[in-house]
């Protein structure tokens, strides 16, 4: 009669411990992404002091800011056929 018991509460901690493991790599992910997003906007901000001097950094720039533009319309046009 224990078995069932027990089976079932070591059902319950697992689930729980499954819970808790996908969580944590959901924050793990987040804070990766997030780290990126810091980085590329460093990244932009130290390329734009540049472009005053530099012909090749704000044609750089330029080019960014269009495939910026189109991953951005991507990205509404996917959200709003969802």
Not at 7 to 16: I, N, S
Request: charged share 30%; aromatic share 6%; hydrophobic share 45%.
């Amino acid at each position: 009669m224990a078995d069932p018991v027990i089976g079932a509460t070591v059902q319950v901690v697992l689930e729980k411990l499954l819970s808790l493991t996908i969580e944590e790599a959901k924050s793990l992910r987040n804070c990766k992404k997030n780290k990126n997003v810091t980085m590329i906007q460093a990244l932009i901000h130290d390329a734009e002091r540049r472009q005053v001097e530099d012909q090749a950094v704000e044609q750089w720039l330029k080019m960014l800011e269009r495939v910026a533009e189109y991953v951005f319309d991507e990205f509404r046009y996917e959200s709003l056929k969802a």
